[in-house]
């Protein structure tokens, strides 16, 4: 497997935060492009050498699934992974697994457009709010299948799928995903109407044509698939996280630093550019790179969430948690997901001064964060919450990392390399966060004496690093 599954491990994060970070960062592979590019590989024949995999919690779940399905995944050095989905078998996903990833749900379109069938459970993940598959449903019953809802799994039935027009209600992520898998060995043609432009839905189409499938459009609102009847193996590699990218530039300006990170398209991250730039931070974009230089302090702004490419519902939380330090008063409103500001509670124990009401966050600035002991509900809350910490005076303390393992790769060692203080450690005994941690030195102490252990498969550790 990928990586040790770190659910279950009382561990925690120690921050000491004050420290200006700066430095460049090579963008690992993306998490949301990894996880419906391996569900897609049920559908080829042959094996599927994936390279630039990130090592993270999620990947390791979907490889369980596919394992449990009768593929055959093993992991190389380098973060590669390489699939084998010829003996697969079986159409029925395990409820323990999927109930543990909203990706999993990907797996449904994949196992219909192979065996005309899928029995899958509704899938899990993070606590967001609802997280409707309806648009999922109505396609594959337009491409002829018919959906049973039955103790909790959904279970679609279409030997024979025959492609069609396909308008969705939004610009579903999710929905384009499944219904690209579907059709991509329906016969006929099908056109996926108001689909999603995000560039993980992009990834999943590229990857697709490079084994074989025909699709057309991708990036825009209307993508084309032309039915084959096969699908081969290959090598493909995943395109980098712009989520993660701009975890770490939002790291470098909640600290007042100077962060690059290399290696991606800056187009992926031209939402959140222009909001730092509002802010006052310097960006600069050239090549495949994107870098920010934040002021001694920032202005307040306006954020509004929305499908790509606006501003991602995914750094919703980190921009949050950056404009708690911001001069005025900015709002910040979600238009993706009802329960994604559940967070707020945690950085108002840090000191941050947020009301929210409904979908909208006013956040009004203010000039210092303190240290807390946090506990991350979902990934990118946790992201937000680290990035908190390194800006909060003093020594905090990150719980539930659970979640920040599922879609972060060594996210303490990587911002370590940044000049952050942060450390994980056993939460066997609770931290003492006083007196005061003034110095690295200190910082190491407080981590020796209550035994820390280094990150799952962090650099050096383990292969693949």
């Known amino acids: 497997m990928v990586t040790e599954t770190l659910a279950g491990l009382r561990t925690r994060l120690v921050v000491e935060g004050g420290r200006r970070l700066a430095g460049s960062l090579t963008v690992p592979g993306a998490k949301n492009a990894a996880l419906p590019i391996m569900a897609a590989t049920i559908l080829c024949e042959g094996e599927v050498v994936l390279h630039r995999v990130p090592r993270i919690t999620d990947v390791d779940v979907m490889a369980y699934i596919l394992e449990s399905l009768g593929a055959r995944v093993r992991e190389q050095p380098g973060g590669t992974l390489v699939i084998n989905s010829t003996s697969v078998t079986s159409h029925t996903a ?28 509704r899938p899990g993940g993070c606590v967001l709010g609802p997280r409707a598959i309806d648009l999922h ?37 999710g929905a384009t995903k499944n219904l690209m898998l579907a059709a991509v060995r329906a016969e006929a043609t099908t056109r996926i109407e108001n689909a999603a432009r995000e560039p993980e839905v992009v990834d999943l189409a590229d990857f697709l044509v490079a084994m ?28 980098p996280d712009r989520l993660v990218a701009g975890t770490y530039l939002l790291a470098g300006a909640i ?40 002021p001694r302090r920032w202005t307040a702004t306006d954020v509004t ?16 948690a950056y404009l708690s330090l911001a001069q005025g008063t900015s709002t910040v ?50 992201g ?68 820390a252990r280094p990150a799952a498969g962090s650099p050096g550790t383990q292969p693949g690093g």
């Open 305 to 320: 969430t929305a499908p790509y490419p606006g501003f991602p519902t995914d750094l919703q939380p980190l921009i949050v």
């Open 255 to 294: 600290t007042g630093g100077d962060v690059t990170v290399r290696g991606l398209d800056p187009t992926m991250l031209a939402s959140l550019q222009e909001v730092l730039r509002a802010t006052g931070a310097e960006v600069a974009a050239e090549g495949v790179s994107v870098r920010v230089q934040a």
């Open 94 to 121: 395990p409820y323990a697994l999927v109930s543990k990833l909203n990706a999993s749900f990907d797996i449904t379109g994949a196992l219909l457009g192979r065996f005309g069938i899928a029995e899958v459970p």
């Open 384 to 451: 937000a919450l680290v990035l908190a910490a390194l800006a909060a005076q003093g020594t905090s303390e990150i719980g539930g990392l659970e979640h920040i393992d599922r879609g972060y790769e060594f996210l303490e060692e990587r911002l370590a390399e940044l000049g952050a203080a942060i450390v994980r450690i056993s939460a066997a005994e609770p931290v003492t966060l006083r007196p005061h941690v003034g110095e690295t030195q200190d910082l190491a102490a407080i981590v020796s004496a209550f035994g």
């Open 137 to 173: 449903l109505d396609g594959f019953g337009r491409l002829g299948a018919s959906v049973d809802l039955e103790h909790g799994s959904v279970i679609v039935t279409g030997r024979r799928l025959r492609g069609t027009t396909i308008p969705l209600a939004k610009p579903s992520v």
């Open 333 to 382: 409103e979600e238009t993706i997901f009802d329960a994604r500001f559940v967070y707020v509670s945690e950085l108002a124990r840090m000191g941050a001064d947020i009301t929210v009401a409904g979908r909208t966050a006013t956040i009004r600035g203010v000039p210092a964060l303190k240290d807390a002991v946090v506990e991350a509900p979902d990934i990118r809350a946790g």
């Open 212 to 239: 074989g499938a025909r699709i057309q459009g991708q990036g825009s609102p209307s993508i084309v698939i032309e039915g084959v009847r096969r699908l081969h193996g290959g090598e493909y590699t995943i395109i």
